[in-house]
Nanobody, 124 residues
Framework: VQLQACGGGLVQAGGSLRLSCAAS????????VGWFRQAPGREREFVAA???????YYADSVKGRFTISRDNAKNTVYLQMNTLRPEDTAVYYC???????????????????WGQGTLVTVSS
């Protein structure tokens, strides 16, 4: 599976962006897909994930502001980000995993494939 993330950019605080993660491969619907982010000098952190069955999971810091969704017909996962804050500034990565249990869905090392990242900058 190859992943291509896009949609990042510069936005003012309170604004919105939608990230896309496009995947190759006919079995994409079988994969769990997660979004992670990494700010300068910080570790990569979990943002949101959607399992193959559609269940969604969010970090507390983005719950109620971000929405993850998937369109299996388009082999694409989206991250709609609303009410953005300066602390959301980071490089955002999408990742995919074929076998993922709920207890590990927030762990970056459990994902098998990664996209190249897209930069989100939120100005105050």
């Amino acid at each position: 599976v190859q992943l291509q993330a896009c949609g990042g950019g510069l936005v003012q605080a309170g604004g919105s962006l939608r990230l896309s993660c496009a995947a190759s491969g006919r079995t994409f619907s079988s994969y769990a897909v997660g979004w992670f982010r990494q700010a300068p000098g910080r570790e990569r952190e979990f943002v949101a994930a959607v399992r193959s069955g559609g269940s969604t999971y969010y970090a507390d810091s983005v719950k109620g502001r971000f929405t993850i969704s998937r369109d299996n017909a388009k082999n694409t996962v989206y991250l709609q980000m609303n009410t953005l804050r300066p602390e959301d500034t980071a490089v955002y990565y999408c990742a995919a995993a074929l076998r993922l249990i709920i207890s590990t869905i927030r762990v970056p090392s459990m994902y098998d494939y990664w996209g190249q990242g897209t930069l989100v900058t939120v100005s105050s």
